[in-house]
């Protein structure tokens, strides 16, 4: 299977082994410091990052720490322009302080969720992000309504797909409370990922295909199994012939 694809992971929000994660992936979206996190860790993680050579972006969630950005928010336009440019302000100034910069801006947790079924939302998300650093290339929820906001935007954007997650017919992620929402099995995540990737489709629980172009692959730093998984994902990617390499 001859292609390139970019592993990602969540990073700097305080949980998870962020350093050992960043020996293993390409690209890390790091937390703005509202839903987890801090200042100083953000800036700590964009510096191990850069000096691993690992592609930078920011990863801005609602102001939530009490349930990690994971709480639906019901907020007015501006009140929305104001957190995303906050956190991807914050970010820009940080990583140019380090002496680096911002490839990519990937949404966080129930900001991500909704966004990927509300276009218009996500397209203020994105406006917001893109008038603070216009270089910012969008990581999406492939084959969703930030995808649809992402084109409609004439931005450039990556298809993103969860190893670590389970899917709706209708390519949103099913909702972590619900049974299976979250896969903890490193080795079916790996078959799961390589079965999208031969399909270029998300693949439901249903058995649903979603026809989608997958450029990135998603592990969540906060769960337990995050290392070990992104190890044995990796390695599966690589028996399979597929390239990995930043966005």
């Not at 990583?95 to 969720?113: S, Y």
């Amino acid at each position: 299977m001859a292609r390139r694809v970019d592993l990602n992971a969540d990073l700097g929000e305080n949980c998870g082994d962020d350093r050992a994660l960043l020996r293993i992936v390409n690209s890390a979206n790091i937390c703005a410091g509202l839903h987890a996190g801090s200042p100083a860790i953000m800036a700590q993680t964009m510096a191990a990052a850069r000096d691993a050579g690992v592609g930078i972006g920011v990863h801005p969630g609602f102001d939530d720490r009490a349930n990690f950005g994971r709480t639906r928010m019901a907020l007015s336009t501006f009140d929305l322009t104001a957190l995303i440019a906050y956190q991807v302000g914050a970010a820009k100034a940080v990583a140019e302080g380090l002496g680096t910069k911002l490839d990519h801006l990937k949404l966080h947790g129930a900001l991500a969720n909704m966004a990927s079924e509300d276009a218009a939302l996500a397209k203020v998300c994105f406006e917001a992000a893109l008038a603070v650093d216009p270089g910012l290339k969008l990581v999406v929820l492939a084959a969703t309504r930030q995808q649809e906001a992402a084109e409609a935007l004439g931005a450039p954007w990556a298809g993103e797909i969860f190893a670590d997650r389970a899917y709706e017919p209708d390519a949103t992620l099913v909702d972590r409370s619900k049974p299976g929402a979250v896969i903890h099995d490193s080795a079916l995540a790996a078959r799961r990922i390589l079965a999208m990737l031969e399909a270029d489709a998300i693949i439901a629980e249903d058995g649903a295909r979603i026809a989608a172009r997958i450029n990135t692959i998603c592990l969540h730093g906060d769960t337990p199994e995050a290392l070990g998984m992104a190890r044995d994902i990796r390695e599966a990617l690589h028996d399979a012939g597929i390239t990995l390499a930043r966005l």
